[in-house]
């Protein structure tokens, strides 16, 4: 979709995949997570409002917890908080419960569409500061975006990247 939500901008809309293709939204969501079967995280960090959608079928299918990151202001309680910027937005925050995710913890962090890697880096940066180890990051698609990737470093190593689709 052209000029969708700002000008200059080619939003990726794949609502038909639920809406329309149970079969694809199922073969999706088992993709996601078939990494990870051997080996389950601990926690999957799932970010709003879309990546819901694939994580928590994920979490479920893997049998662990779900962790949900939202935008600021939206969770009750004791938050982490980070701020970041998308292909289309700055000055956004993202939070997460502070004690949703324990030091130590192994977490994949899942949405829907891996564009620029904004929203991808906050959820990463909450995931390090609560303690915890992220061991990859699972979407349905990613778009060939200039730079996306190196901003999901790990330490001195590039964060694993399971993208089903990739344009």
Known sequence: MPDFPSPGVNFRDICSVWEQQPHLFRFLVDEI???YRQSPPDVVVSIESLGYLFGAPVAYVLQCRLVLARPSGKLAGVTLRTSY????????????HAEAIQPNERVLIVDDVLASGGTIAAALALVERAGAFCIGVGCA?????PGARSRLRHGARNLPIHAIVRI
């Open 85 to 96: 910027a998308m292909s289309y937005a700055a000055n956004k925050e993202l939070e997460i």
């Open 141 to 145: 698609v990613e778009v060939n975006y």
């Open 33 to 35: 997570a078939r990494p």
